[in-house]
């Protein structure tokens, strides 16, 4: 279709829409790890034909981590619940390695590939004991069936730490992520310069700069979970 520009919301439309073109714009909004999945050259200059906004996703995975163990602290087996279908899930998992050793936490890694897995991913890590999960933000676990992760976490008594409020909203019990909506709304700027005349190659990547922790209590209550009071002081939104 010859288009101007390629407005692509993660790195996973990322990916697919480099493949597709190395000369159409590429705008991300949400881009996990744009450096480390190859997709610019470097943030100041991405250098080629993609550029947008970064998540900044190992930073983010760490202090999520961090902040799951502060909630559970009696905690000494993380689950992540990770998918193959986003190009991010290598630096989320390293990531989350490393977090796990700082806090003195074993970690199990559990793919899912689609929705029909999310049943028997929960049983895998019940039945290891896991005692919480971080949950690796993608495509699949951010926009699909939301509430259904949110129902199997409480069906296994696991608590959860997500990478959006939606996944909130819809029963989970926490998310610690930059504002995605705010994100998505500045990458119509680049689109817009892009328009205009200018070269993603010239344009800077931005990163996220501030991050929301947003609790639910329904479901902390649900889960029979007392959210530490240094926790909750923190948070940016409780929903009740």
Do not use: C
Not at 226 to 232: A, E, G, K, M, R
């Amino acid at each position: 279709m010859n288009v101007d520009v390629i407005s692509a919301t993660s790195s996973t439309e990322t990916e697919r829409a480099r493949q597709a073109t190395n000369t159409i714009p590429i705008v991300f909004a949400t881009h996990a790890d744009p450096v480390g999945l190859g997709h610019v050259a470097n943030l100041p200059r991405p250098g080629g034909n993609i550029t947008g906004l970064s998540v900044v996703q190992t930073e983010l995975t760490e202090k999520a981590m961090e902040i799951l163990k502060e909630t559970v602290p009696h905690a000494t087996r993380f689950g992540v619940l990770w998918s193959p279908t986003a190009p991010s899930w290598r630096p989320t998992l390293q990531a989350a390695q490393a977090a796990g050793q700082k806090l003195g936490v074993q970690v199990e890694d559990v793919s899912v590939l689609t929705v029909s897995d999310f049943a028997g991913a929960f049983a895998t890590m019940a039945r290891d004991r896991i005692d919480a999960v971080f949950v690796h933000s993608s495509a699949l676990t951010a926009r699909l069936d939301r509430p259904l992760l949110a129902e199997l976490a409480l069906k296994h008594r696991l608590p959860t730490m997500f990478g959006g409020r939606p996944n909130v909203e819809s029963g989970g019990l926490m998310s610690y992520a930059p504002d995605l909506l705010d994100l998505t709304r500045r990458s119509a700027i680049y689109i817009d310069k892009i328009i205009k005349g200018a070269k993603p190659a010239d344009l800077p990547v931005e990163q996220a700069s501030r991050y929301q922790l947003v609790i639910n209590l329904k479901t902390a209550a649900a889960l029979g979970l007392t959210i530490p009071h240094s926790v909750l002081m923190r948070a940016d939104e409780v929903i009740e």
